[in-house]
């Protein structure tokens, strides 16, 4: 029902900046809550960024707020990733996930969401 696809990867200088897309298809996706994660071989994939479909709350991880800002364009069937002041810890797989009715209520958990993007490599260099 609900199909996702990353875009906006890449190689950045510590520092730098990249923007993340999501484009998702499928009729229920302007009321699905997003979420972003990202993984990292040897590690566990862990939470960056949550939204939910009304835009009325919005969740960080904390190694990433003030620094990440996630956004969407329900009009465009879009979710945003806005990552500044990158550093060589955020090198990862980053993927976005949607929340379809009935909502989970833990935002940061990945049983949360029901589909998942394939993710895109963002590289971060010092």
């Known amino acids: 029902q609900v199909e996702l696809v990353e875009s906006g990867g890449g190689l950045v200088q510590a520092g730098g900046s990249l923007r993340l897309s999501c484009a998702a298809s499928?009729?229920?996706?302007?009321?699905?809550?997003m979420g972003w994660f990202r993984h990292t071989p040897g590690k566990q994939r862990e939470f960056v960024a949550a939204?939910?479909?009304?835009?009325?709350?919005?969740y960080y991880a904390k190694s990433v707020k003030g620094r990440f800002r996630i956004s969407r364009d329900n009009a465009k069937n879009t979710v945003f990733l806005q990552m500044n002041s990158l550093k060589p810890e955020d090198t990862a797989v980053y993927y976005c996930?949607?929340?379809?009715?009935?909502?989970?209520?833990?935002?940061?958990?990945?049983?949360?969401?029901?589909?998942w993007g394939q993710g895109t490599q963002v590289t971060v260099s010092s």
């Open positions: 939204i939910t479909w009304d835009d009325d709350s919005i």
């Open positions: 499928g009729r229920t996706f302007s009321k699905s809550g």
């Open positions: 996930a949607a929340d379809p009715p009935p909502y989970g209520t833990m935002p940061d958990r990945q049983y949360t969401y029901a589909y």
